[in-house]
T-cell receptor, first 114, second 116 residues
Framework: QKEVEQNSGPLSVPEGAIASLNCTYSDRGSQSFFWYRQYSGKSPELIMFIYSNGDKEDGRFTAQLNKASQYVSLLIRDSQPSDSATYLC??????????????FGKGTLLTVNP | DGGITQSPKYLFRKEGQNVTLSCEQN?????MYWYRQDPGQGLRLIYYSQIVNDFQKGDIAEGYSVSREKKESFPLTVTSAQKNPTAFYLC???????????????FGPGTRLTVT
């Protein structure tokens, strides 16, 4: 069973701080990794995706991938109360032939305190 | 406006009844997916389709059925055989697989199904 593990939290940070969210995955063959933000009662919204080892930055968000350690992280700089949500990590795996599926972690609840 | 629509937003049914959830996309995406989410749980894949007239079972397909007759549409039927149908159902779409990598999935707003 392919797994993606996340600390469920809650992770609490003060406004303006850096929030660091972490994720590990079990399938060494996973190629693509995604971070989604989900507000309570709403559907997930894509924030970042990363395919290559290293860092990828987009505004206040930085995704980091280390395939050797099977580790993905998301950094949120200058955290705002509006960033308070559950963050879902997802990894692809090949389910046979050209069929690729996403496996999701259970999510980390982030609270940014004003 | 490009996007994914799901209807209805809330659905209530009696136990023993089949119910069909709608999912439509105008993003010209080849791949479509159905997930369910339960409180405190991650998203679990029910069915997915990477091309019209073809679909595959996901991790929890028992008690569900789908069809993919049009590129834009991927309806999900929750049958009376599904033992715990009450959940938040999410439809997603994606370009799919290209150049050896799987592209990102975008989600619709979801349908919250309650069966009593």
């Amino acid at each position: 069973q392919k797994e993606v593990e996340q600390n469920s939290g809650p992770l609490s940070v003060p406004e303006g701080a850096i929030a660091s969210l972490n994720c590990t995955y079990s399938d060494r063959g996973s190629q693509s990794f995604f971070w989604y933000r989900q507000y309570s009662g709403k559907s997930p919204e894509l924030i970042m995706f990363i395919y290559s080892n290293g860092d990828k930055e987009d505004g206040r968000f930085t995704a980091q991938l280390n395939k050797a350690s099977q580790y993905v992280s998301l950094l949120i700089r200058d955290s705002q109360p509006s960033d308070s949500a559950t963050y879902l990590c997802a990894a692809t795996y090949n389910s046979g032939g050209s069929n690729y599926k996403l496996t999701f972690g259970k999510g980390t609840l982030l609270t940014v305190n004003p | 406006d490009g996007g994914i629509t799901q209807s209805p937003k809330y659905l209530f049914r009696k136990e023993g009844q089949n119910v069909t959830l709608s999912c439509e996309q105008n993003l010209n995406h080849d791949a479509m997916y159905w997930y369910r989410q339960d409180p405190g749980q991650g998203l679990r894949l029910i069915y997915y389709s990477q091309i019209v007239n073809d679909f595959q079972k996901g991790d929890i397909a028992e008690g569900y059925s789908v069809s993919r007759e049009k590129k834009e549409s991927f309806p999900l039927t929750v049958t009376s055989a599904q033992k715990n149908p009450t959940a938040f159902y999410l439809c997603a779409s994606s370009i799919g697989l290209a150049g050896g990598r799987a592209y990102e999935q975008y989600f619709g707003p979801g349908t919250r199904l309650t069966v009593t």
